[in-house]
Structures are given as C-alpha cells and as structure tokens.
C-alpha cells in the first residue's frame, strides 16, 4: 500500500530500514550466486559434491593463481578472492578445500534436463616439421591470411553476438572465404603465409583440432603454436563423417580409430579431411609457458583447465567434473574454465585439458565420458561498515 510505512513510529520505521538495507545488500552482494546465470541450478551442499573431499585441492591452485594474473584488475569479485588467495602461498589440500568452500557456492549444471553431459579432452600434440620445405616436410601451417575479413553484425543483428561473419573480397563483393578443400586444392591461394612446414597431414588436421601444439625442428628445438583465426567455416568431425559412412559405429568412434582407419585407407585421407571444411590459422606463441593459451588469456594447467560453452559457465569459474576416465578409474576433480571450443556447446560440456606428448594425445583421444558438472560461482558479501544509514 502507498504510504503504508507512514504509520509506524520512529524507531520501528528506522529499525524496518535497517534491515531492509542489509538484505538488499546482501542480495547485491552475494548476486552472483543468488541468482545464477541459465543452465546453472540450485546450490548443492558441499557434502553432496561426489568426491569433494577426495580431491588434491592444492593441485588446483596454480590455475586459481593464473586467474588472479588475468581477472584480478577488472572484476571487483575476483580482486576479493584473489586478495584473500595471496594470504595462502603453498596451501595444502585441506587448507585449499576450506578456501574454494569459504569463497564460492557450488551449483548443480542443467539441472533441468536430468541427463548427464559429455566431457572430453584435449592436449598439446607435438608435430615433426621445419621451417622451410622439403620432401620430408611437404604441409605448411599457415599464418592468418591479411585478406582474411571478420564482419561484426551484431550491432544490426543482436542473435549474431560473438559471433562474426569471416570472408575475403571478390571484386566490390564479400563472398565466404576458402574452405579446407580449396585451400589444398593445388592452386595455393594461401602462398606466402606459411608459417612452418610440416611431415603429416593427419597430424596436422588433429592440431587444428586441438588449437595449439608444438613443432619440433630438425635441430630438436621447438616452436610453440597457437590458434590465430578461423576461416569461418563450420566445423565437421572425422568421426561423425566415418559414422555417416559406414566405417565406425558411434561407440566406436575414438582419436585411435580414426588415426588407424586413415592409416589403412590412405587413398581416401584427403577426401575425408575436406569434408570438414573449417580451416585454422596459427601464430607462433611464447615456448615458455608451461602450456598453450586459452580463450581467458592464461596458460592452461594440465588436469586443472578445462574448455567451456561462456554462454553458460563464465570463463574463469571453478568447475567440479563427476566422471570416470576411459580406463574406469574417477574422475572427480575441481578444475577450472579457461578455455572454449567450437564444438564445447551446452551447460554440461566440458574438454580437459591433459597436457602435451604422446600419452596426453591417446587419453584425450579416447575421452568421451558421461558425467554431471557442477560450477562453483563466488561469494562476494557487501561488509556492513560499508553501508549509508539515513
């Protein structure tokens, strides 16, 4: 009713005011949680994360550490959490439990589909290549082309949000550019942008895939390469081509396979590789870091980083994974979103990042695995003395 307060005396009108400004403080406060993003569901107590308190906690820190470098200086909540990270150095495994759990609130994901989500993974592959041709190194990896146009519509378009147009001028016109196939095609569209030359044209498909990589030169040094553009062309999967052709079954469907089926069917490589039309373009990157970048502009931490769809769990968000690996063993681990992918889409979707080399490559390959996520969204409670009583 207008003007209902009106009739309350003045210490109970004064005590009502100030109790209401501490709750809408504390909702603006603690907002981030209070009212989660969609695709993100009520709060789950600590108690029922499966395997909370199993977890190496401190196994996580470097990439909570590597946050704090990218998030700290532009976001109010973080700069929170990460002065109080500062105050733990070393933590052990308990003493990092008790932080994640003082700071963030964990949140079952999609809760309204009942199902369980996908999560995969992904590595650092290491290729054999040179700088400069030759019989042995035939396959360039190519720079970003200068021709290469990104057209932002969403300012006449708001559904194209993140999501720009990318083409190559024809005479007055924009027409899409090359696709994977007309870039091998023999005419060589792209000469002059090569960046390194490479002795394997799956293995190079398979680093477009993963976005990043290392090649290693004749002199064993290496260069470190990461994803510079797209040639925005959708993205088409060799195994879901091998499954419309007859060749493996859904189940069957692993980086393995794949590699062993091309290895018999050679004649047949460069027609199966065209049929995924996308095309990714590298820059050299810092050889230093201990792993390739992400979407957030951090290096990821292997086992600790994961690729997420940002329409749903914002990049640099704690993610607890309930999963099993390939081999049966769990897992159950909190990790972080520092990454995103062309085919990551949906609440519950996730690709681990497992680290560089060989090992890392037939984990990741074989990674397909039903689980549950739940995002650990943070705390941010407006203190009190902060308050303006009138």
Known sequence: ???????????LYAVRTLLTLVFVA???GCASWFAPPPGVGREVAWSKLPGWEKDQHAAAWPALRKNCEKLAARDTVWENICLAARTLEAPNDTSARTFFETHFRAHRANPESG??????GYYEPVLNGSKTRNDQYRWPLYRRPDNLLTIDLASLYPELKGRPVRG???GNRVVPYYSRAEIGNGKNPLAGNELLWVEDPVELFILQVQGSGRVRLPDGSQVAVGYADQNGHPYRSLGGRLIELGALTREEVTLTRIRDWLAAHPEETGALLNANPSYIFFTQRDATLEGPLGSLGVALTPERSVAVDPAYIRLGLPVWLDAELPDGRPLQRLVFAQDTGGSIKGAVRADLFLGQGAEAGRLAGEMKQRGQMYVLLPISPAPVSTLSLR
């Open 168 to 170: 190559r001028l024809e």
């Open 26 to 28: 504390g909702l603006a």
């Open 1 to 11: 009713m207008p003007g209902c307060c009106r009739s309350l005396s003045p210490p």
């Open 115 to 120: 199902r369980e989500g996908l999560i995969t």
